[in-house]
């Protein structure tokens, strides 16, 4: 008769009704002792399930979502032949059919052998879990942590791939076997730099704990993804920002106006709306800022999409606004509203981020009197704006109070020179002063 033995969570500590977040295993394959079966995760921490014995899958009774406790139904198991459970401590094997290979129940057969099941193995994900119950997977740095099960950790680790460089397809950027191998094949398929790599000392490693209590927040989705874009943007672009400001005292007096009618309407003319407008003026004018490199060649664009950075509770944001060349001032200010709305919320689609040709990063309404935006390549120049202030500015032998917006342009100094771009900012501060210049 064939001996199928249950295989159950085994004692998971304090936890209870948590996720199934990766099934390993299919009816079929051959698994030794302690290969890891599925991957359940708490709010605390990821855990393993590994085999308490090896032999080959017959029924897998879990899939991945559904919740598990202490003592769930895992997946039945055809133990090899050498391999009889209990053997080791038991010279009796198991008299029922169907025994159970459970680690903490007293009530079966097979509990001599439930014996030599090992715990689960855990790893701690944003909290401390019971040590007593834990084997610590040794290079997790909490504060830093992908989503990812131990066996995922391991695999990486074999292949050598940082695993915050990988993009987890799973619920909550999860990362699965398939991402790593995905990222390690276009790794490899990338065409080779020429360039000098930079030789940089590893990143600190401190035990904070140390020091005093820490709460572990793992990264949002976006935020990981905006890491590493800011983090390659800043190390392979020559920055440099050319500041200026703009008088859009008479710019402002007639937004005011407009929005008196707009309220109608119902859609606020911004001044970022104005902001892209000129923008898009003065990169007809200046077709290098509206362009990218690519090896020894320089794109550059016939259209014109603008970025936008939005704040959103989750990160930074980019939405593209299509043909701004094409649109009025108050289609901009709707479709921009329209856009940092879908953004804030989480709606934007892929189509709504992608083909940008130069950003704009608007801190105005939060305030500042200018900073160092970071280029997002493969654009060449970013645009960023402050706080409007009123400032005393010396006009025909007397200071007079105008309203001032502070411009921060960064540049790649590897496509734009210093005074092309000082030449750009000049006269976009004096379109931003008229608009009537635009129509030049
Ligand atoms: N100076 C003074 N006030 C300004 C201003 C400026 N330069 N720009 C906007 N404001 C005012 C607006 O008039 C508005 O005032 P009211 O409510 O009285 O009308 C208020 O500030 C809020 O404006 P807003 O931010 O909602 O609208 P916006 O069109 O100016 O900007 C958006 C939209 C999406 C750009 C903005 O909400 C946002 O997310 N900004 C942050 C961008 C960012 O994070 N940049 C950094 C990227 S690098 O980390």
């Avoid at 902001?275 to 077709?287: D, H, N, S, W």
Wanted: proline share 7%; hydrophobic share 40%.
């Amino acid at each position: 008769m064939e001996t199928v033995f249950e295989v159950k969570v085994p004692d998971i500590g304090e936890f209870k009704d948590v996720d199934v977040i990766e099934v390993m295993v299919k009816p079929g394959d051959t698994v030794g002792i302690d290969d890891p079966l599925i991957a359940i995760e708490s709010e605390k921490a990821t855990m393993e399930v590994p085999a308490p014995q090896s032999g080959i899958i017959k029924d897998i009774k879990v899939k991945l979502g559904d919740k598990v406790s202490e003592g769930s139904l895992i997946l039945t198991l055809e133990p090899a032949a050498t391999d009889t459970p209990g053997a080791a401590a038991s010279p009796a094997t198991p008299s029922t059919a169907a025994p159970q290979v459970d680690s903490n129940s007293s009530a079966t057969p097979a509990n001599t052998a439930a014996a030599t099941v090992p715990a689960a193995r855990l790893t701690p994900a944003s909290a401390p879990v019971n040590a007593s119950a834990a084997s610590i997977d040794s290079d997790a740095t909490p504060a830093h942590k992908p989503h990812a099960s131990p066996s995922v950790r391991k695999f990486a680790r074999e292949l050598g791939v940082d695993l915050s460089l990988v993009r987890g397809s799973g619920r909550n950027g999860r990362i699965f076997r398939i991402d790593i191998q995905q990222f390690v094949s276009a790794e490899l398929t990338k065409p080779k730099s020429s360039g000098a790599t930079l030789d940089l000392i590893p990143w600190p490693k401190v035990d904070f704990t140390r020091f005093g209590a820490i709460e572990t927040k793992p990264l949002s989705r976006i935020r990981k993804f905006s890491k590493a874009n800011l983090a390659r943007n800043w190390v392979m672009i020559p920055h440099v920002t050319q500041f200026d400001e703009a008088d859009v005292t008479d710019l402002e007096e007639f937004r005011n106006h407009i929005n008196e009618d707009s309220v109608k309407s119902g859609v606020k003319v911004t001044m970022l709306a104005f902001v892209l407008k000129a923008l898009v003026g003065v990169l007809i004018e200046f077709p290098e800022f509206n362009s990218s490199l690519d090896g020894d060649n320089l794109i550059l664009k016939k259209y014109f999409h603008l970025g936008f950075a939005a704040d959103t509770p989750n990160g930074l944001v980019v939405p593209v606004l299509r043909d701004v060349d094409k649109k009025g001032v108050r289609q901009l200010a709707r479709e921009t509203a329209e856009l940092a709305a879908s953004a804030r919320d989480g709606k934007l689609k892929p189509t709504d981020i992608q083909g940008g040709c130069f950003t704009v990063s608007s801190l105005g309404g939060i305030g500042g009197t200018a900073f160092t935006p970071i280029i997002n390549a493969p654009e060449v120049a970013v645009l960023g704006v402050s706080r409007l202030a009123y400032k005393p500015v010396y006009r025909d032998g007397a200071f007079v109070p105008r309203l001032m917006m502070p411009l921060s342009l960064s540049y790649d100094h590897r496509v734009i020179d210093g005074a092309m771009a000082a030449r750009f900012i000049i006269r976009l501060a004096t379109v931003l002063n008229d608009l009537r210049h635009s129509l030049l």
